[in-house]
């Protein structure tokens, strides 16, 4: 039976509006019900809100450029210390996973400080580079470069072994195996290490502006939650969650295009 790309391609659209119809109605249930709860007395209005009063709450600190202000803290500090977690996290990481020498010297190492909490060290950060920029982009660097650092390495230490022994019959020389095998194989694994930085990198963010930032949406939502503005710290949190939203499904998107490339080449 002849396999068809276009009933392929038919059926995955259809699957990616089903789930964007199914997870939309569950934000909506949500947000009815919370509204519900709010009106209704059955939440203290003290420590929590409404989705109406968050909304509204939201326009008037767009209004008057808050929201804008510390958003745009947020993403140059994400944004710087992200891309260096990629450029820094992508290359050690193929290192570790393609030197054997590397790997035995570094992997103890990585490991120890993939499983350390980095907001411990975050004290320290502000000694060494102060409470401005500097300290928060060492601690969203740091949060987000292990991801990459271990699913690069294990892309590397997971390649195809049919390919590699079909390249080493035609005298394919280690450099030549890993720019045509290892490194196209190991698209998948950078882009689930890109999600889960993302992710690491977004909460490096908010824990650095909460500890000791001036602006910022993570210092808007602890002073908010300092002074019982329960409205301001939901808005903080739905824009920190967009924006988590938002960059996740762009990396779902390029995943999704890099499988139906692996199909369309089978």
């Known amino acids: 039976m002849k396999f068809n790309i276009s009933d392929f391609k038919r059926r995955k659209i259809l699957e990616s509006a089903s789930g964007i119809a199914i997870s939309s109605s569950v934000f909506i249930a949500l947000f009815v019900l919370w509204e519900i709860a709010s009106r209704t007395g059955l939440v203290d209005p003290m420590f929590s809100s409404a989705p109406s009063k968050v909304i509204l709450t939201g326009w008037e600190l767009v209004g008057d450029g808050t929201l804008l202000k510390h958003t745009l803290a947020s993403g140059k500090v994400f944004l710087i210390g992200f891309s260096m977690a990629v450029l820094l996290g992508v290359p ?13 010297a570094f992997s103890p190492l990585v490991s120890a400080f993939y499983t ?15 409470l401005g920029m500097g300290s928060k982009v060492a601690l969203v ?5 292990f991801p990459l650092i271990v699913n690069m390495q294990v892309a590397m230490q997971n390649i195809d072994q049919d390919y590699r022994r079909v390249g080493v019959a035609y005298g394919a020389t280690q450099w030549q195996l890993f720019w045509t095998i ?3 194989s190991s698209v998948p694994f950078l882009l689930t290490g890109l999600r889960l930085a993302m992710g690491r990198g977004l909460l490096g963010v908010v824990a650095a502006e909460v500890f000791g930032g001036a602006e910022g949406l993570g210092y808007l ?11 301001i710290v939901f808005v903080g949190v739905v824009v920190i969650a967009a924006f988590g939203i938002i960059i996740d499904r762009g990396l779902s998107y390029l995943s999704r295009r890099v499988d139906s490339w692996k199909i ?3």
């Open 182 to 184: 290892a490194l196209p």
């Open 116 to 130: 350390m909490p980095r907001i411990a060290l975050m004290p320290l950060f502000i000694i060494w580079f102060g």
């Open 264 to 266: 369309t080449e089978a």
């Open 221 to 231: 939502i602890q002073y908010a939650g300092a002074t019982f503005q329960i409205d």
């Open 141 to 145: 660097l740091l949060s987000a470069i």
């Open 92 to 104: 050690i990481g193929v290192a570790l996973g393609w030197l054997r020498w590397a790997n035995r």
